[in-house]
C-alpha cells in the first residue's frame, strides 16, 4: 500500500507543477485536483492488475482532463460577470457624465426654451441629484417654472436608468389536433327458442275463431 502511495503521490505531483501556471484561476486548480484525485484512484484501479504506474499515469490523465473542463467552465462564467459589471459601470459613468444639471435648466429657461422641451430633456437624461430645499428656492428666483422643477424632482437619477432590453419573441406552433372517432355497435340479446316438453302427444293446436258482425234475423 505505501508503494502506491508512492507512486500516485509522484504522479500527482507532476499534474500539480504542470498547473503552477494556471495555480491563480479555476482552470490550474480543476487540473491539480482532478490529477491527484485521477492518479490515486487510477493507481488502486491498477494495482488488481498489478499496473500501478500505468493506471496512476492514466487515472493523472483523465482526472487532470476533467478538472481543467470544470475550472475552464467555471473561469469562463466570472469572466463573463466581470465583463457585465464593467459593461455597466461604464454605462453607469456615461449616463452620470449626460446628466442634466440645475445650471444646465438655469440656461435654458434664460435662453427661451419652452418648458416642454426642458422637461424633456431632463426624463431623457436624468439628474445628477434631487434637489434640495436651497436647490428649489434658487431655482425658483432665476426663472425656472414650476413645472420643470417638478420634473427635475422626478426624473430618475443618473445611473439608475435601466437600458433598454431586447425582447425575444418565439412563435410557438401548436401540436396537431388528432380526433378519434369510436363507433359502438349495438347488440342485441338472441330470441328464446320457445321449448315444448313432449308427453307423447302431439302438442296441441289453437284456433282462433274471429267473430264477425252481423244481423239476426
Same mark, same amino acid.
Given at each position: /500500500?505505501?508503494?502506491? &502511495? ?14 503552477? @501556471? ?9 487540473? @491539480?485536483?482532478?490529477? %491527484?484525485?485521477?492518479?490515486i @484512484?487510477?493507481?488502486? +484501479? ?10 496512476a ?5 483523465i482526472?487532470?482532463l $476533467?478538472?481543467?473542463? +470544470? ?7 466570472? $469572466? ?19 446628466? *442634466?444639471?440645475?445650471?444646465?435648466? %438655469?440656461? /435654458? $429657461?434664460? =435662453?427661451? &426654451? ?9 426624463? =431623457? ?18 426663472? &425656472? ?6 420634473? /427635475? ?7 439608475t ?10 412563435? *410557438?406552433?401548436?401540436?396537431? %389536433?388528432?380526433?378519434?372517432r369510436?363507433? %359502438?355497435?349495438?347488440r ?30
Amino acid at each position: /500500500m505505501s508503494r502506491l &502511495v508512492l507512486i500516485s503521490a509522484l504522479v500527482a505531483s507532476v499534474f500539480v507543477s504542470g498547473s503552477s @501556471a494556471f495555480a491563480q484561476n479555476r482552470t490550474g486548480e480543476g487540473i @491539480a485536483i482532478g490529477g %491527484v484525485t485521477g492518479a490515486i @484512484a487510477g493507481g488502486i +484501479i491498477g494495482k488488481q492488475n498489478h499496473e500501478t504506474p500505468e493506471g496512476a499515469l492514466i487515472g493523472g490523465a483523465i482526472g487532470a482532463l $476533467a478538472g481543467g473542463l +470544470i475550472g475552464r467552465s467555471q473561469d469562463d462564467a466570472i $469572466a463573463r460577470e466581470n465583463y457585465y459589471r464593467q459593461q455597466a459601470y461604464q454605462q453607469q459613468q456615461v449616463q452620470l457624465q449626460a446628466a *442634466v444639471s440645475s445650471a444646465e435648466v %438655469v440656461q /435654458m $429657461a434664460r =435662453s427661451g &426654451v419652452g418648458d416642454g422641451l426642458i422637461i424633456n430633456h431632463i426624463n =431623457s437624461r436624468g439628474v445628477a441629484r434631487r434637489l434640495e430645499t436651497r436647490d428649489i428656492i434658487s431655482l425658483h428666483q432665476q426663472g &425656472v417654472t414650476e413645472a420643470v422643477i417638478d420634473a /427635475m424632482q422626478r426624473a430618475p437619477i443618473a445611473g439608475t436608468v435601466q437600458p433598454q432590453t431586447r425582447t425575444i419573441v418565439r412563435e *410557438v406552433v401548436p401540436s396537431p %389536433v388528432i380526433v378519434r372517432r369510436e363507433y %359502438v355497435v349495438p347488440r342485441y340479446a338472441p330470441p328464446r327458442a320457445s321449448i315444448y316438453i313432449g308427453t307423447g302427444r302431439p302438442a296441441p293446436r289453437y284456433h282462433y275463431h274471429r267473430h264477425s258482425v252481423g244481423h239476426h234475423w
